[in-house]
């Protein structure tokens, strides 16, 4: 299955590993192919890779997994490492793993020799669903995450559920998370896959690109519609930075900053009130959320410094109903 984004192609599917030669010689005709990805990938997948691009001279370069490789140290080095081994300005860049290869390799192609043609291979649930397309790359810094970085096109991308067999099941649900976030936003259908909590298939992951699809195609730059993907991103990175980035991971801190966005949105008079308890329940279940559950009293001192607040009111997003959502203002004020 192929979706088509604005520049590029999103191919999806079982076995599409096995086309990603063919892919690549559709669009280069050089013989060497950089591959940035992390330890953990590359001890799974490194010989499967090289054996599907048997045609080519393949270089890999490794990091280290984790949020923490999203850093100016870990570009520095990987750039420097890529430049030693030779890569030039024709040369094709390709990011396998997940989020955090994803938007290092491709910040890399956007300013190494002021731009090289990359691709992206996305293995977890979450970068396969959310972080691979949108052309969002870059690196974050002490201040916070993704603060440096560049609107930045892959030449493709390859999505191959395949992958995800060997995915740890907490970085699933993280993954599953961004997924009912979609859901709820745009796609009620999705969201009810997981009230039976089923194994994802191409079928949701092509649902859940959809959604971040249609949106990005609207507002490739993050001025306005975009906006709408953010749906519990508020409360979600006050909690993250509550507890410094250690205790929830960000799957589940939105899943908490999603059931405060439709309480808000209850007392707002949007959103139904029988939403709550149907969510709460369909979280729970994808053990995104447990009780005790947050009050926004306890997160209110971490969303002053959300880089979204303008002032004293920022856009907040809400649901209409299952399936639909709105960007509101809200005022810090109004928090009670
Ligand atoms: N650019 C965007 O639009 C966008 C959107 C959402 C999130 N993000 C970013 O994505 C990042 C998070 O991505 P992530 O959740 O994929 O994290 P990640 O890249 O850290 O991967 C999570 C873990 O899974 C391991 N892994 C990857 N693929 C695997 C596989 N197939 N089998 C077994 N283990 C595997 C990794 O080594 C790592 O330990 C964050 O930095 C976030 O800011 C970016």
Do not use: W
Request: hydrophobic residues 40%; neutral net charge.
């Amino acid at each position: 299955m192929m979706l088509k984004m604005e520049t590029y192609d999103i191919y999806v599917g079982h076995h599409e590993i096995d086309k990603l030669q063919d892919y690549i010689k559709n669009i280069y005709n050089q013989k060497d192919i950089f591959i940035v990805t992390d330890d953990n990938v590359d001890h799974l997948y490194h010989d499967l890779i090289s054996h599907k691009l048997s045609d080519f001279n393949l270089h890999f370069v490794k990091i280290k997994p984790g949020e923490t490789s999203k850093s100016f140290e870990t570009y520095l080095e990987t750039i420097n490492r890529l430049v030693e081994k030779g890569i030039k300005r024709n040369h094709l860049l390709i990011a396998l793993g997940g989020g955090v290869v994803g938007d290092l390799t491709g910040f890399i192609a956007a300013t190494l020799y002021r731009g090289i043609s990359f691709v992206q291979v996305p293995t977890t649930l979450l970068s396969q669903v959310d972080s691979s397309i949108g052309s969002k790359v870059g690196i974050d810094l002490d201040k916070g995450k993704n603060l440096v970085g560049s609107f930045y096109s892959p030449k493709f991308v390859v999505i191959d559920p395949m992958f995800l067999e060997t995915l740890d099941e907490r970085e699933y649900h993280q993954g599953v998370a961004e997924m009912i976030k979609a859901g709820l936003i745009a796609n009620k259908e999705l969201y009810e896959f997981f009230k039976t909590n089923n194994k994802v298939t191409e079928k949701e992951i092509l649902m859940a690109l959809n959604v971040k699809r249609d949106v990005v195609i609207k507002d490739p730059f993050d001025h306005y519609e975009r906006m709408i993907l953010n749906f519990g991103h508020t409360f979600g990175h006050a909690i993250e930075k509550k507890y410094e980035y250690k205790t929830y991971k960000h799957g589940e801190a939105i899943s908490y900053g999603m059931m405060i966005a439709i309480e808000i949105g209850i007392k707002k008079g949007i959103t139904p009130s029988y939403i709550y308890e149907d969510v709460k329940k369909v979280l729970e279940n994808n053990k995104l959320i447990e009780s005790p559950y947050f009050t926004i009293e306890a997160l209110k001192d971490y969303i002053k410094t959300d880089k979204k607040s303008m002032a004293d009111v920022f856009y907040f997003i809400c649901l209409k109903n299952i399936g639909q959502s709105i960007i509101t203002n809200l005022k810090v004020g109004d928090l009670k």
